[in-house]
């Protein structure tokens, strides 16, 4: 129909913009969100993962398969159903990256289902902003005034538009035109997603999707939205669709592999130190985002841990300790320490598998006469503690309703008054008793009240590294207060103290950690302080005090804390090992990650995060530096096949152990 010559240019401008649209609509999301997606991946700027052909394919089918249905809709209702879905897509890659540079992982349906712990994290989120981001909205400048511009278009013409189209004697045609592109359109979507991922499952990703080590491995033959596709199916599949159950055979396996473990724990029951604390209590602290590489650090000659640094002199000090936490950070650090199991790979087992049973510290201290307590001065349901705890087997749990208020700091109490009216609760406390307390005060984005600073952090000052530091040197001042709390109580000379850091700071830039160490730090020194967290150990008379170089990890203090005691762990279901010990420290002993990495002290491997096996990395440690692995060399891969494989065994037996609920059936 020709325009009436009285429109406007300017009247027309806005017709031929939709018209535009109109035609090339779906071309457009598909290119637009294509760009988002690059930027999201240069952004996380994961290495070996640079957005090559096979992935511009996998992408670009994604989005087609996701938006393919709205060629069934008229023009003005597919623009309106493309805008919604830029949207979305965007909001749900946008919330991807805020994810990844706190936890380094990608969002899954699990920590979707624990939305109220990334949701509390208020201030942290706010700091992971970045300017750079509002590329990923710059299309909205457009498309939401276009949006509500066609909406109301809609509106004005409603009437007209129900009669032109139900009067149209070819509108079957139509619909059956729109319906064979839809399939055509689909149809290619779906086989630029199939050939990529088919010729990754045929080749290097063979066993990747039955064997899920880690999310970004995923995301590099999926892509983001794809991950999410497949992330869904694999939950539904596993809660939904069917109740999958473990084979005969793998329990089996299971079954031996803990066994054989346990046994190891057995014939340490013959070491002189089994039980040489029998009965003595037990206090451990979980120090939130607390590293090894603070320790005997100092800025200007003032040191940042006085006080854990005079501690050492009559402690054992375990320079080569790591986390092992995954996806459930500060939960998954809790149940290294107090079950001695692997986290999963997503989301938190606080969560998901809460109802299942585990062999835990707390309940056995309390098979053996022991009264256990947990303390943490935050909201008791975070991380699902008031049902997991009541699980593992804690009589109390004191959390923010049994606190006062009267240091605020951070995300609640202050760790100076948190840690001095928790002696005091212990002081009420039957003996012997195990008292787990939970630190809070170095809380990332670690910005701490002026009144509570300090330190003076010198070039550091007004970074997120400066004020992480702050934050350490006040968690410090606060331990060093509660160890006089503890002595005054009587209960230092009686108790078994000690303490480990939770998981890392989140920091990526390493520019300010060079600056504080005074060197450069090469891909094994990253991965050492990424991962290392300092444990430290208070014998009540003072004894074995010094520095042990034998690496460990998290899932060996419940273990150690039992054979100090004399409890017996053969028959546990349990990975750790005890670290303190008369003999002398196992040559074979392998810490390993939930990546699937691992060290025993004179190897260092590290998985290809891309899931190909020839970027996997295996370096030899010939000597320590003031990181503890400054002198390490890339050598032959072979070096560490054996233990790789091992490392991959124990993930797939703590992994049926949680998934499936077999602690009772393996005793």
Request: hydrophobic share 40%; proline share 4%.
């Amino acid at each position: 129909m020709a325009v009436p010559f009285h429109y406007s240019r300017r009247r027309q401008a806005p017709f031929f913009l939709i018209a535009l649209l109109q035609r090339l609509d779906f071309i457009l999301f598909v290119a637009i969100m294509l760009l988002k997606l690059n930027l999201f991946d240069r952004i996380i700027h994961v290495p070996n993962m640079a957005m090559v052909r096979d992935d511009w394919m996998t992408a670009a089918g994604t989005l087609i398969v996701i938006s393919f249905w709205t060629l069934w809709l008229p023009a003005r209702g597919r623009l309106l159903a493309l805008i919604i879905l830029d949207v979305l897509l965007t909001a749900i890659v946008y919330a991807d990256l805020i994810y990844f540079r706190y936890f380094q992982d990608l969002i899954t349906v699990p920590v979707l289902m624990q939305a109220g712990q990334v949701g509390a994290l208020g201030e942290s989120i706010d700091s992971l902003l970045s300017p750079r981001d509002l590329w990923f909205f710059a299309d909205w400048l457009l498309l939401l005034p276009l949006f509500i511009y066609t909406i109301i278009r809609a509106r004005r013409n409603r009437t007209r538009s129900a009669e032109l189209s139900f009067n149209k004697p070819r509108w079957m045609t139509i619909a059956l035109r729109r319906l064979a592109a839809s399939i055509i359109v689909f149809l290619i979507g779906f086989m630029l997603v199939y050939v990529p991922v088919h010729k990754a499952k045929q080749t290097w990703a063979a066993e990747l999707f039955t064997g899920n080590w880690w999310n970004l491995s995923l995301y590099n033959v999926t892509g983001v939205l794809g991950f999410h596709g497949y992330d869904l199916y694999r939950y539904a599949n596993e809660h939904w669709l069917h109740n999958s159950t473990v084979t005969a055979e793998q329990e089996t396996e299971a079954k031996q592999w803990f066994q054989t473990r346990g046994e190891v724990r057995g014939q340490l029951e013959s070491d002189a130190l089994f039980g040489k604390y029998k009965g003595k209590n037990v206090i451990m602290i979980q120090l939130e985002a607390f590293q090894n590489f603070v320790i005997n650090s100092s800025i200007g000659g003032v040191p940042i841990t006085p006080n854990m640094n005079k501690l050492l002199e009559s402690s054992l000090y375990f320079p080569n300790f790591y986390h092992q936490t995954a996806q459930g950070r500060t939960s998954d650090a809790d149940l290294a320490a107090n079950v001695s199991l692997q986290p999963l790979p997503t989301g938190s087992v606080f969560i998901r598998y809460a109802q299942h049973q585990y062999d835990s510290m707390p309940q056995t201290l309390r098979d053996n006469g022991y009264t256990a307590a947990a303390f943490h001065a935050y909201d008791g349901g975070f991380w699902n503690r008031n049902m997991m705890y009541d699980q593992l087997g804690y009589e109390k749990f004191y959390s923010k309703k049994d606190f006062t208020m009267n240091e605020p700091i951070g995300w609640s109490l202050g760790d100076k008054s948190f840690f001095q009216q928790s002696v005091q609760k212990m002081t009420q406390e039957k003996e012997p008793f195990y008292s787990f307390m939970i630190s809070l005060s170095s809380h990332h984005p670690y910005k701490l009240p002026q009144s509570a600073q300090t330190l003076d952090t010198k070039q550091f000052k007004g970074t997120m590294f400066g004020d992480y530091l702050e934050a350490v040197h006040y968690v410090d001042a606060s331990l060093g207060t509660m160890i006089d709390a503890l002595k005054q109580a009587g209960l230092w000379d009686k108790s078994i103290f000690l303490f480990y850091g939770d998981h890392d700071n989140s920091i990526s830039d390493w520019k300010p950690f060079e600056s504080l160490l005074g060197q450069s730090l090469d891909e094994t020194e990253r991965f050492r302080i990424l991962k290392g967290v300092p444990l430290i150990v208070h014998l009540p008379d003072d004894a074995r005090a010094g520095t042990y170089e034998q690496p460990g990890g998290q899932l060996d203090i419940t273990p150690t804390i039992l054979h100090l005691l004399g409890i017996a762990s053969s028959d546990k279901v349990m990975i750790g090992t005890p670290l303190i010990t008369a003999a002398p420290p196992r040559a074979d002993k392998k810490v390993v990650f939930r990546s699937g990495a691992y060290t025993d002290g004179s190897v260092l491997y590290l998985p290809a995060e891309d899931g190909l096996p020839e970027h996997s990395k295996c370096y030899s440690i010939t000597g320590t530096g003031a990181t503890g692995t400054k002198h390490a060399q890339l050598t032959d891969q072979s070096v560490c096949h054996t233990g790789a494989q091992e490392a991959r065994k124990e993930l797939e037996a703590s992994d049926l152990v949680v998934e499936y609920n077999l602690v009772l059936q393996l005793h």
